[in-house]
C-alpha cells in the first residue's frame, strides 16, 4: 500500500479564498492578510506559480506550535555540478528529466516525481516507483547510459536534465537546446550526500533534502553510538552477477559495512569499481559473514551448497544472508543508502541492534520521504 502526497493546489485555493473573504467583507488589514497566510501554510506548502516559487517546511516544535514556511529560494541560482562545471539556472525547474535511477529516487524523495516527464529506461524494474507513484512508470523513457535516446530528451522540452557523469558526451547537444543539464556521480556516502545537496540547491528543495541528510546522519551517529565497542566481524560482500565479484575499501559498499559495525573483508583492494577475486583469495580471508548483493542472481543457498567453500567460517556457520531488494538496492548509492547499514547492524549485531528497531527505522524512512510503509509490502 502507498500514500498519495498531498496536492498542492487545494492548498493554494484555500489561500485565495480565505483572502478574498476578507477583502469582501472589508475587514482585511496587514495583519490579517498574514495571519489567513500563516493559517494555510500549516497546513501545506504553496504550489509555485511563475511569481512565486515553491517553500519548503520546516518541522514544527514539540510545543505544537503550526508550521511556518520558508523563504524560497532566489533564481537566477549557479551550482556546480559533479563534473566540476558552473551551472547557472535562471528560473526554478518545473519539469525535469532523470536519465539515472538514482537522481529518480532522489527526486521522488525531494517530492518533485510530479514534475518529472521523462526517466531512465527500465523504469519497472524498480520496486521503489511503484511503491511511491505508480504513473512514473508511464513517463517516457530516455534511455540508458549505454544508450541514451537524446532526441527524446530534447522533444520532451524539460527545464533541467540530470543526468549520470558518463553521460558527459551528451551535455553540450542538451545545452544547444537552452537546456540545464547536471551531471552527478554519486559513488561513495560523500558524493551522495553532494549529490542531494546540489540537486536540492538547483531545484528549490534544499530544506526537504537537509530532512533528508539529517535523517541519514542521525541514523549514522546512533549506530556509532550503539556499536562503539562492540566486535567487528569480517563481512564479505558479494556482486549481484557473480559471486566472486566485490567491493573494495573506494566503494560505497565498503561504507555500509563499516557503519554496520563490520570490516570489509576486501578492504585491501583499491579498485574504484567492482572487483574479480578468487575462490583461493575469499578462503585466505576467510569472513564470518557473506552477505549477497539485492539483486544477486544466486542465492543464499547456492553459496551454502559451493564445494569451492568448504572451510570458510561464514559458510560453516551459516552466516550468509542476502540484503532486502523489497524498494531499493540498499547496497548501492540511493538516498535510503543508510538503510542498508541499518539492516546489516542487525545482521551482525543482534543483540544491540534488534531486527524489529531496524524495522521501525525503515518504515519511518519511507513514511516520510516516499508516503508508504514498508514492512506492508
Not at 142 to 163: M, N, Q, S, W, Y
Request: contains cysteine.
Amino acid at each position: 500500500m502507498f500514500r498519495k502526497k498531498p496536492k498542492k493546489l487545494l492548498c493554494v485555493l484555500l489561500v485565495l479564498t480565505l483572502l478574498l473573504s476578507l477583502t469582501a467583507c472589508g475587514q482585511t488589514t496587514a495583519e490579517d492578510t498574514a495571519a489567513a497566510t500563516t493559517a494555510a501554510g500549516a497546513e501545506t506548502e504553496a504550489a509555485p506559480t511563475e511569481e512565486t516559487q515553491t517553500q519548503a517546511q520546516t518541522e514544527a516544535p514539540e510545543t505544537g506550535a503550526p508550521e511556518v514556511a520558508e523563504p524560497a529560494s532566489s533564481y537566477p541560482v549557479t551550482v556546480t555540478d559533479q563534473a566540476g562545471r558552473e551551472v547557472t539556472i535562471e528560473e526554478e525547474p518545473q519539469t525535469l528529466v532523470s536519465g539515472y535511477y538514482i537522481s529518480t529516487s532522489l527526486l521522488i524523495a525531494l517530492d518533485l516525481d510530479e514534475k518529472l516527464v521523462g526517466i531512465e529506461a527500465k523504469a519497472d524494474t524498480r520496486p521503489i516507483y511503484q511503491l511511491s507513484d505508480p504513473a512514473l512508470l508511464e513517463l517516457p523513457s530516455v534511455g540508458t547510459a549505454k544508450e541514451f535516446d537524446l532526441e527524446g530528451c530534447a522533444a520532451l522540452e524539460p527545464d533541467l536534465v540530470i543526468l549520470p557523469l558518463k553521460l558527459q558526451s551528451v551535455v553540450e547537444s542538451l545545452e544547444a537546446l537552452d537546456i540545464d543539464v547536471l551531471l552527478i556521480n554519486p559513488e561513495n556516502q560523500e558524493l551522495l550526500e553532494e549529490t542531494i545537496r546540489l540537486i536540492g540547491e538547483a531545484t528549490n528543495t534544499s530544506d526537504r533534502a537537509q530532512a533528508l541528510l539529517d535523517f541519514s546522519a542521525r541514523e549514522e551517529a546512533r549506530l556509532a553510538e550503539e556499536l562503539a565497542g562492540a566486535e567487528t566481524p569480517s563481512v564479505y560482500l558479494a556482486g549481484n552477477s557473480d559471486f566472486l565479484s566485490t567491493a573494495g575499501d573506494a566503494m560505497y559498499q565498503s561504507d555500509m559495512i563499516r557503519m554496520a559495525g563490520g570490516v570489509n573483508a576486501a578492504a585491501e583492494l583499491t579498485d574504484t569499481y567492482w572487483a574479480e577475486i578468487s575462490y583461493e583469495q575469499l578462503l585466505a580471508w576467510n569472513p564470518e559473514y557473506i552477505i549477497l548483493a539485492s539483486d544477486a542472481s544466486y542465492t543464499t543457498e547456492d553459496v551454502l551448497t559451493d564445494p569451492n567453500l568448504a572451510g570458510c567460517q561464514a559458510v560453516e556457520n551459516g552466516s550468509v544472508y542476502q540484503i532486502p531488494g523489497n524498494a531499493e538496492a540498499w547496497d548501492s548509492p540511493v538516498p535510503s543508502g543508510i538503510l542498508g547499514s541499518v539492516w546489516l547492524s542487525s545482521v551482525l549485531h543482534p543483540e544491540i541492534c534488534p531486527q524489529e528497531d531496524s524495522m521501525a527505522v525503515i518504515d519511518e524512512f519511507y513514511e516520510t520521504f516516499y508516503g508508504f510503509t514498508y514492512s506492508e509490502q
